[in-house]
Structures are given as structure tokens and as C-alpha cells.
């Protein structure tokens, strides 16, 4: 057993499916919008690409309305009426997001074990702010997490609801700037610092190998890979690759990553389940125990 004083966590696709949840709901609104307006669907989401990459964020919030095809139609009636024009397209996103998002199985008994061995929790995810907190409370993880840390919200024409007076998600989340993102292990450090640990004192779960396993190697942490939220959908990756907010630039960076990667191993593997690491893992009442 690993005896730990912090277990960090990956969101996407280690504890939900964010393919699931985001893509189906993201065309929905497509062909909602496209319908409404009867204007060219590849047209419409190289626009939509373009205001992502712009942002450097695929979920940008309202992006929609950035595209060249909503601001002409802002311009001939009005921003508002032209939101309001949309609201059909809003509404397809958030129902399918609705029904699409959910916690792979044994995520919350497993994430309640851990923190009943003593074991702090805390979430570290490239998706930006208002994403983030808002998955966070919906798939009711609220109280789970003592400090989350996510890429900074971007400029939008809309604010998202963010703040929530009945809970503390904005008081526990740190907003980190683009430079500090995975596989940068210097989070991770900044982690054992606050958590007044070692970096081996710290376990990392995440689906990927070339970014969260490569970070915990990195790093100095017991990394664990999520494989079983490794996505092995080509079609669904295909229709990320269309409106990602990758560059050229980002691509050769994720290729290098992936070759520094191939050299490196995971200190254990969840292959079907996240309950797995409960067979690894202990906290350090275990060592007070033992002591």
C-alpha cells in the first residue's frame, strides 16, 4: 500500500466523460442554431472554431455568439433580440449536457473512502473556471474537494452563473494563468507546499499519459493512470478536432509531449475502475495506526 496525505484528481474523463457530456450537447446547439437561421453548418462551425482558438478554449462560454454570423445578425436587429433568437439553440445544449453528464461508476464511494482514510482531496483540471464549477456542483461533488485548481476564466459576452451563496466553490478554486498547465509538474509542487507535504506524499489520478502521468512523474508523485477513461471513440475525436481551439503550435507541443511519455510508466493503473486505487492507497491515519 501507498501511504499518501493528498490524492489529486483529474476531472475530465477520470471522474465523468467529458466526451459524453460536452460533444453531443455542443452539435445539438449546432443544428439547433443552424435550423434557426438557416445558414451553412460548415461555415458556422469554422466560425465557432475560430472564436475558440481565439480564446484558446473549446468551451468558451457563449461562443456562439462571437461568430460572424450571429454579429450580423446583432447588427441588423440587436444583440439581445439575437440572443433571444437563439435561446432554442441554448436550451438543446444544456438539455443534452443535462442528460449526458454523470459520474463514471464508483467515483463517490471511492472519493468518500479516500477521505474517510484521512486522505485530502483535491481537483486540478485544464478546463477553465466557469466549466469547472459548474460540472462541480452539478455532478454533486461540492463538499468532496478541499481546493481546486483550473485554468482562468476567459472574456465572454455573457457571464456565467459562477457564484452560489450556498456553497464555497469560489472561495476553494484557484484560477492558474495559461502558462501553468499540464504537464507543467509546477502545480503539483505548489500543492505539496500548501498541503505542507512532499511531492511523494502525493498521489495523482488522470486519463492521460502524456499529460497527467507524465506531470506526477514529473513531479515527484505516485502517479495513477485512469485508463479506464481513456476515450477509444474516433468518430466522437474527429468532431473535437473540428472545432478545437488547437493550433499548429499546440499539436507539435502535445506530439513532444507524447514522446517524452512513451518512455514513462504509471506507479499503478486503474484499468476498469477508479474503486480499484482503493487497493493501493491508504492515508496517514494508516501510518498513525501502524505507528
Not at 22 to 49: G, H, N, Q, W
Request: proline share 5%; net charge negative; charged share 25%.
Amino acid at each position: 500500500m501507498k501511504q499518501v496525505d493528498v490524492a489529486v484528481f483529474d476531472l475530465d474523463n477520470t471522474l465523468y466523460d467529458w466526451y459524453a457530456s460536452f460533444l453531443p450537447a455542443f452539435y445539438s446547439m449546432v443544428d439547433a442554431a443552424t435550423s434557426i437561421l438557416k445558414c451553412d453548418r460548415e461555415v458556422l462551425l469554422d466560425e465557432l472554431r475560430a472564436v475558440h482558438i481565439k480564446h484558446h478554449d473549446v468551451e468558451h462560454p457563449f461562443s456562439l455568439l462571437e461568430t460572424e454570423t450571429i454579429r450580423e445578425l446583432s447588427r441588423k436587429s440587436s444583440p439581445a433580440e439575437a440572443r433571444s433568437i437563439l435561446d432554442p439553440a441554448f436550451h438543446a445544449f444544456n438539455k443534452a449536457r443535462k442528460h449526458n453528464l454523470a459520474l463514471f461508476p464508483g467515483v463517490r464511494p471511492t472519493l468518500n473512502e479516500l477521505r474517510s482514510r484521512g486522505i485530502r482531496l483535491v481537483a486540478f483540471t485544464d478546463s477553465s473556471y466557469f466549466a469547472t464549477l459548474r460540472r462541480v456542483r452539478q455532478l454533486d461533488l461540492v463538499d468532496v474537494f478541499e481546493r481546486i485548481f483550473c485554468r482562468a476564466k476567459s472574456e465572454s459576452m455573457l457571464t456565467p452563473l459562477a457564484e452560489s451563496p450556498v456553497d464555497n466553490l469560489a472561495a476553494i478554486t484557484t484560477e492558474l494563468p495559461a502558462s501553468e498547465t499540464k504537464p507543467d509538474p509546477a502545480v503539483l509542487n505548489d500543492i505539496a507546499k500548501n498541503e505542507k507535504t512532499k511531492p511523494s506524499s502525493i498521489a495523482y489520478v488522470g486519463d492521460s499519459i502524456s499529460k497527467d502521468v507524465l506531470m506526477a512523474r514529473r513531479a515527484g508523485c505516485f502517479a495513477i493512470w485512469a485508463k479506464y477513461g481513456v476515450h477509444r471513440d474516433p468518430a466522437m475525436y474527429d468532431r473535437l478536432v473540428r472545432i478545437s481551439h488547437w493550433t499548429d503550435e499546440d499539436i507539435v507541443r502535445e506530439r513532444n509531449f507524447a514522446q517524452e511519455a512513451s518512455t514513462i510508466t504509471p506507479d499503478f493503473t486503474c484499468e476498469n475502475s477508479i474503486s480499484e486505487l482503493l487497493g493501493v492507497l491508504e492515508g496517514p491515519r494508516a501510518r498513525t495506526v501502524n505507528a
